[in-house]
């Protein structure tokens, strides 16, 4: 298996622009995790969804961040307009629901920086 | 308010001796508990996880301990080998029993093997 997958891997936009960071999740599984990783808060959760449907966005930071699922394939993570602060790495994940304990696996991350 | 906590940023410890990663956790609805191990420009990997139910699981060289009274989690490796220098991050969720939720990381603790 191809594992999760991100794109881009690195973003250099300037403040104000639209963002957009593409996951696509390992084939069967039925939830997908979007986190955040700064120096300062360490890795969030930003969102997660289960079979293509978002289940819990309280960590998303602001209106300006939207994330959908369209498919069981694919999720997009949009950030308009962009801020400095949100420069970090954003990562996505993916698991299988099981009976006890679940495993996420995680892209190798977008690393986004906003001038 | 950090529900996980992982208080040494960093941790140098000589090959082949043994290595202890502390966690620590506070919120007392966390039932299920993960180690992830991440390399520089790559995305968390999983390791091993431990159930409450359990007080300790073992993994070859790895080994998590569980103390639900004081709220405490270790890794212990051993022997301690150069590729396990990385940052290692503790990870909790409430969703071990059959639900989904995401996790909840410390900060990591960035463990360096001294040849």
């Known amino acids: 298996d191809a594992g999760v997958i991100q794109s881009p891997r690195h973003e250099v936009t300037e403040m104000g622009q639209e963002v957009t960071l593409r996951c696509k999740p390992i084939s069967g599984h039925d939830y997908l995790f979007w986190y955040r990783q700064t120096m300062m808060r360490g890795l969030e959760l930003l969102i997660y969804?289960?079979?293509?449907?978002?289940?819990?966005d309280s960590g998303m930071p602001e209106d300006r961040f939207s994330a959908k699922m369209p498919n069981a394939s694919f999720s997009t993570l949009k950030i308009q307009p962009s801020e400095p602060r949100d420069s970090a790495v954003y990562f996505c994940?993916?698991?299988?629901?099981?009976?006890?304990?679940?495993?996420?696996?995680f892209g190798p991350g977008t690393r986004l920086l906003v001038l | 308010d950090q529900q996980v906590k992982q208080n040494s940023p960093s941790l140098s410890v000589q090959e082949g001796r043994i290595s202890i990663l502390n966690c620590d956790y506070t919120n007392s609805m966390f039932d299920y508990f993960l180690w992830y191990k991440k390399y520089p420009a790559e995305g968390p990997t999983f390791l091993i996880s431990?159930?409450?139910?359990?007080d300790k699981n073992e993994d070859g060289r790895f080994t998590v301990f569980l103390n639900k009274s004081a709220k405490h989690l270790s890794l212990h490796i051993v022997p301690s080998q150069p590729g396990d220098s990385a940052v290692y991050f503790c990870a909790a969720s409430e969703g071990a029993g059959g639900g989904a939720d995401g996790l909840t990381f410390g900060k990591g603790t960035h463990l360096i093997i001294q040849p």
């Open positions: 994940a993916s698991s299988l629901r099981r009976f006890r304990g679940q495993i996420q696996y």
């Open positions: 969804f289960n079979n293509n449907v978002p289940i819990d």
């Open positions: 431990i159930s409450s139910i359990k």
